[in-house]
């Protein structure tokens, strides 16, 4: 063993010593305070460091976690109402986008879904409230474009199938192809009034 080792050797026993006769020293400090304190009719049942200076920042964490907790979310005034409709017979959803009704503002989420219990609430933020609901008919966005005198005329098709003019446009008949005429003989029918506006300004 070299001079070197030798010496990191004595320093570790010596800091090993130390740190037993320390040990031994706090335990028999604790031991004489209690039988100080037995001795004047004190029972120790438990020893707690105690900071008052922590003890209020605890209080005050927990106040604000409670106040947290308790605060729900509410409607702001600047929020969007989204009616999403689903249609069974046709299987299209429609959203509607709304304006939010101002005597629901500052309601909870909970007080939406009394306000439309027919409803499922979807979504909900401070700023956005999703509402849906399914109805067993065909959504109002289906078209049916026929040649009646010469010209294009779009029919809406209602809830009970029957179809309502919903414009007589001045589109006539040699401004369609061959393959046009043959799919509108019995009713060219089109989803969604995008999708009209593409097919007329295509004819036109």
């Known amino acids: 063993m070299n001079k070197e080792n030798v010496i990191v050797a004595i320093i570790a026993i010596i800091v090993l010593i130390g740190a037993i006769f320390t040990s031994i020293a706090i335990r028999n400090r604790n031991q004489q305070n209690k039988e100080n304190a037995e001795g004047r009719g004190i029972i120790i049942l438990n020893e707690e460091v105690s900071d008052e200076c922590t003890e209020e920042y605890i209080k005050n ?33 429609i959203n509607e986008y709304v304006e939010m009704p101002p005597e629901l503002v500052n309601m909870t989420e909970q007080e939406i879904q009394k306000e439309y219990p027919e409803w499922e609430l979807i979504g909900f933020s401070p700023n956005e409230v999703i509402l849906y609901k399914e109805f067993a008919e065909r959504c109002k966005e289906h078209f049916i474009l026929k040649i009646e005198s010469g010209k294009i005329v779009v029919y809406k098709i209602l809830e009970g199938g029957e179809l ?41």
């Not at 309502?164 to 061959?178: A, S």
């Open 61 to 93: 964490v927990e106040n604000q976690t409670e106040q947290t907790s308790s605060t729900e979310e509410k409607i702001s005034a600047n929020a969007i109402l989204i009616l999403k409709k689903y249609y069974t017979q046709c299987e299209h959803t």
């Open 164 to 204: 309502e003019i919903y414009d007589k446009t001045e589109i006539g008949t040699e401004y369609l192809t061959e393959t046009d005429l043959i799919n509108m003989q019995d009713g060219l029918e089109i989803y969604g009034k995008e999708e009209l506006n593409k097919i007329l300004e295509d004819f036109e």
